[in-house]
C-alpha cells in the first residue's frame, strides 16, 4: 500500500524569503502523479503544481517549483519570493497513474509567512 | 478544470438529526469522492461516487451513515445521517480524472458543527 508522509507539521517563513516543505512516499508503482495542494483559511484545495514520475524534468508553476527525487521518493516544494498570501496548510498526494484516480493524502504542513 | 460548488457552505445541526450535502458540477465527469476533514487534519475519503452504480465506501464508512446519491454526471449528494458531535467536519466533494494528470478538482466545502 502507498504512504504519503509530510514530516514537518509546521513552518514558518519570512515575506520574500524562500522556504522548502518536505514530502516523501512510498510506492512500488513505476508510474504514479504527485501533487501539492494549498488550503488557505477559507478551505478551498487549491492545485499548486503536478508532476508525473516518468517525467525527469521537475515541475515548475511561476513561484512554485519541486524537487523531484524518484529514486528517493522525495517530492519537495519550494515556495520562492514568499507572500503573506501563501499562507495556508499544503498537502502532498499520490496517485496511480492507472486505477480509480484516489488519492493518497500527506497529513500536511501549515505554513505561515511572516511580515 | 472543473467549476465546482457545494450547498450548503456551513450548517449547525441538533444530534440526531440528518443533513445532505450538494455537488454541482459544470461539466460531465465520471469520478466524484467525497471526503471528510477534521479539524486540523488531513482529508478522508469517504467514498467514490460514479453514476449509475452504487458507491465505493472505504473501510470505516458505511451506507447508512453515509448515504450518497449520483443521479447524473453532474450532480451528487451526500447525507450525514444520525449526527452526533463526532460528525462535526468539513466535507468536501471532488471530481477526478478531468484535468491531463487525471488530477481531483475540489469545491470549496461545507462545515458542519453538530450540537
Known amino acids: 500500500a502507498q504512504t504519503v508522509t509530510q514530516s514537518q507539521p509546521e513552518m514558518s517563513v519570512q515575506e520574500a524569503e524562500t522556504v522548502t516543505l518536505s514530502c516523501t512516499y512510498d510506492?512500488?508503482?513505476?508510474?504514479?502523479?504527485l501533487f501539492w495542494y494549498k488550503q488557505p483559511p477559507s478551505r478551498q484545495m487549491i492545485l499548486v503544481i503536478r508532476q508525473e514520475a516518468y517525467k525527469q524534468q521537475n515541475a515548475t508553476e511561476n513561484r512554485f517549483s519541486v524537487n523531484f527525487q524518484k529514486a528517493a521518493k522525495s517530492f519537495s516544494l519550494k515556495i520562492s519570493d514568499s507572500q503573506l498570501g501563501d499562507t495556508a496548510m499544503y498537502f502532498c498526494a499520490f496517485m496511480k497513474q492507472a486505477g480509480t484516480y484516489k488519492y493518497i493524502f500527506g497529513t500536511g504542513t501549515r505554513l505561515k509567512v511572516l511580515a | 478544470s472543473a467549476v465546482i460548488s457545494q450547498k450548503p457552505s456551513r450548517d449547525i445541526c441538533q444530534r440526531g438529526t440528518s443533513l445532505t450535502i450538494q455537488c454541482q458540477v459544470d461539466?460531465?465527469?465520471?469520478?466524484m469522492f467525497w471526503y471528510r476533514q477534521q479539524p486540523g487534519q488531513s482529508l478522508t475519503l469517504i467514498a467514490t461516487a460514479n453514476q449509475g452504480s452504487e458507491a465505493t465506501y472505504e473501510s470505516g464508512f458505511v451506507i447508512d451513515k453515509f448515504p450518497i446519491s449520483r443521479p447524473n454526471l453532474t450532480f451528487s449528494t451526500l447525507t450525514v445521517s444520525n449526527m452526533s458531535p463526532e460528525d462535526s467536519s468539513i466535507y468536501l466533494c471532488s471530481v477526478g480524472g478531468t484535468g491531463s494528470y487525471n488530477e481531483q478538482f475540489f469545491g470549496p466545502g461545507t462545515r458542519l458543527i453538530v450540537l
Open positions: 510506492t512500488s508503482e513505476s508510474n504514479y502523479y
Open positions: 461539466s460531465q465527469v465520471t469520478m
